[in-house]
């Protein structure tokens, strides 16, 4: 094996801000030594203390080393080891919390900060030298390194050895980029709850006090709306009202000593369509997911590289959201950190409470971790009847109606709050779907068993004939960590072997598999709008067998994975994606929603014209033709009223006005108005950054 030694130097100057800076960025110039041995001593200097003098090393831009190709530079390939130097001024370190290091190496690497070892990768204990070789191949790894800030003020030294793992390895890569961590930040979110037709709830946690302030708007260069609590706190929450239906809004977090989180294209949320729109519906369905863990994170990757991931609408958490005891610390690490942080920012996420979230939280008191961390409607105001508390809710989504229950510690008897709260919400709604959500299932034999656990009897007892009374179409679990999906049931409240799919199963195909190429879709007639699916679906964490053998269900999977739920106008359609990214189950209901075929509707698409009902009861429109790809705007048009759109950009120019008491508003994926351009207090104006194009 053998050693190359990089050493970087140089001066950098850095200016400090409170925000997260760049210390030192991927691609920097670096002074490396590759001559073969390791760095002579000056008089008690090492090479990875700050005054030794490194006048006679080479530089280079990184990456450096030899052997894949993607080098910027390319050192000796006779080394064994390498040792890299770099030097950054810093005028003020006391703003900085910690350190991010983002290591590229192979195969090993030690690293020091102004002469002291900080950290060491792939690297055996002990004195290293320059033949110390690497524990296993690492080829191009990258290592993530969190450490507290022994920064100091004024010249700092990072100085690197990259080691090989034998005499006959034929690569060598190294890179690094330096983050500060500053000490106000964002620690947690930002986050979305609770979303309705005109509010959104945002909720985020820093790192030290301060005031929570959010501005916001339709344009991400005109977040003229703000909305601030001067309290100063670390748990910060925003309700935003008075907001649009089907309207996307760009945000931005700030503190104190301002921006937190700054705008970005994919920091925005999106408010619900109106309860009477029949517009395609996409929720992501987690359950059992708190691991953690590589698992989770493969399950993961998997949904967003589904093709639905960019239209989701709404994420499903179905309990046990953080192993094994729902603390604040566990869900950090299995829910906000480097696990779904980037879907949670701008996709409204709900839960119900499971069994492990239970451990540190009390339903009756709605404290601890799980009722701190997530806000859900108690009053109503996403929609459904007030429950009164957050153990569980309901919300509406376009046509769909959902209902969140607690299977865990809230009363499961008949008659009971939930019970009787359940029955007024089921008898209030008009939606067009019902979907219920709980962690204990109805059915299960997997690793816990329907047919011996209290819980999951009393809901399959108690709840199952109320929901089915009223139409229930889809009811999701998890507990089990299995995937089990069941025929299209009705009246089955029994133990497995009671199942007769003669009586217990709606339809000529109610005992089929549910896709059209097999043995057909499920439906639901307007006459009799009777049957629903049953999913347990616990593992997007974890799996662990079980019998498997329930005879209410179509299929049971020990494998783990996630489900895609898709509804447009009289079309639900659910399919299981593996870790893998195979999608192994799917089926789809059918249900006649006694729409007029071409009656006239709204397809929530400003850039479709002449939306009608199919056949599907599914609202669909044509596409704008004729849209131009730029469009100017300037005085000649004054003052400005109606819609106008561009498939590129629209440019105002000039002194331009809106019409007093009109409604304006402009479509294009780009917007530019220049600063002569003014709205009347009494008229409305609307900026929409989407693209019709032809």
Known sequence: MRVLLFYLSGLIIVNTLSAQEVLINEGSNWLYYDLGDEPYQQNSTKWYELTYSDIDWSSGDAQLGYGDGDENTVIGDTVLTAYFRKKIDLADVSIYEGLQLELTYDDGAVIYLNGVEIARVNMPPGPIGYGTLAFNGSDNAKEVIYLPNSLISGDNLIAVEVHQRSAVSSDLSFDLKLISIPNLRVIRGPYLQSGSENSMTIKWRTSQPTISELAYGTDMNLLTHIVTNLVSTTEHEIRVINLEPSSRYFYEINGTDGSLVERDQDLFFWTSPTVTSRVPVQAWILGDCG??????????????????????????????????SGTDVEYQTAIFENMYEDALKNTVSWSCLGNHDGISANSSTQSGPYYDIFTFPSMGESGGVPSGTEAYYSFNYANVHFISLDSYESDRSVGGSMFTWCEADLQNSTADWIVAFWHHPAYSKGSHDSDRESALIQMRENFLPLLENYGVDLVLSGHSHSYERSYFLNGHYGDSDSFNPMEETVGTNGHGDGRPEGDGAYVKALANPTGAVYITTGSAGQKSGGTLDHEAMFLSLN????????????????????????????????????????????DGDICT????????????????????????????????????KASQIIEVSGSVTTEIGQLTTLIAPVVS??????VPVSSTFVVMQVGCGN
């Not at 691991?291 to 990757?301: E, F, I, L, M, Q």
């Not at 994420?315 to 094994?324: H, P, T």
């Not at 108005?673 to 003014?678: D, G």
């Open 559 to 602: 494998e783990l994975g996630s489900c895609a739920l898709e509804i447009f106008g009289g079309t639900l359609k659910v399919k299981f994606i593996r870790e893998t990214g195979l999608v192994q189950d799917s089926f789809i209901i059918e249900k006649d929603l006694g729409c007029t075929l071409n009656a006239p509707c709204d």
């Open 291 to 324: 691991t953690g863990n590589n698992n989770a994170r493969a399950v993961r990757d998997a949904y967003y590289a589904y093709p639905g991931f960019a239209n989701r609408d709404m994420i499903l958490f179905l309990g046990d959201n953080a192993y094994s």
């Open 609 to 644: 014209t002449d939306d009608h009902l199919n056949s599907q009861c599914q609202c669909i429109g044509s596409p704008i033709v004729n849209v131009p790809a730029n469009l100017v705007v300037g005085t000649e048009n004054n003052p400005l009223k109606g819609t106008y």
């Open 673 to 678: 108005l220049e600063p002569t351009f003014s």
